[in-house]
């Protein structure tokens, strides 16, 4: 199973962006999925994360300007962010608890990291 997250780059304090990240390979589901992000010296931390069947869970940081999303027939979760700050300014990386098979625990994959950077 790989992770391919897209959608990073550059932008303006108060401007949006959205990421994608797709999952491919033996997938017989995904539980669980999200987006985690690394600013310059310090830890990785969790943005948001969505189970199947909720609407997902935030970062107090990030509430109210950022929505995740999946599309489970595509094995696709998006990160829309709104009112970007230079705060936000990060490698943001995919997350998936991946299962293979219908019976078995699943597994846990990254994708390879985008970077975002809000500046003016």
């Known amino acids: 199973v790989q992770l391919q997250a897209f959608g990073g780059g550059l932008v303006q304090p108060g401007g949006f962006l959205r990421l994608s990240c797709v999952a491919s390979?033996?997938?017989?589901?995904?539980?669980?999925t999200g987006w985690y992000r690394q600013a310059p010296g310090k830890q990785r931390e969790l943005v948001a994360a969505?189970?199947?069947?909720?609407?997902?869970n935030y970062a107090d940081s990030v509430k109210g300007r950022f929505t995740i999303s999946r599309d489970n027939a595509k094995n696709t979760v998006y990160l829309q962010m709104n009112s970007l700050k230079p705060e936000d300014t990060a490698v943001y990386y995919c997350?998936?608890?991946?299962?293979?098979?219908?019976?078995?625990?699943?597994?846990?994959?990254w994708g390879q990291g985008t970077l975002v950077t809000v500046s003016s």
């Open positions: 997350h998936a608890l991946v299962r293979s098979q219908a019976v078995g625990v699943g597994i846990n994959y």
């Open positions: 390979g033996t997938i017989f589901s995904i539980p669980a």
């Open positions: 969505i189970t199947i069947g909720s609407s997902g």
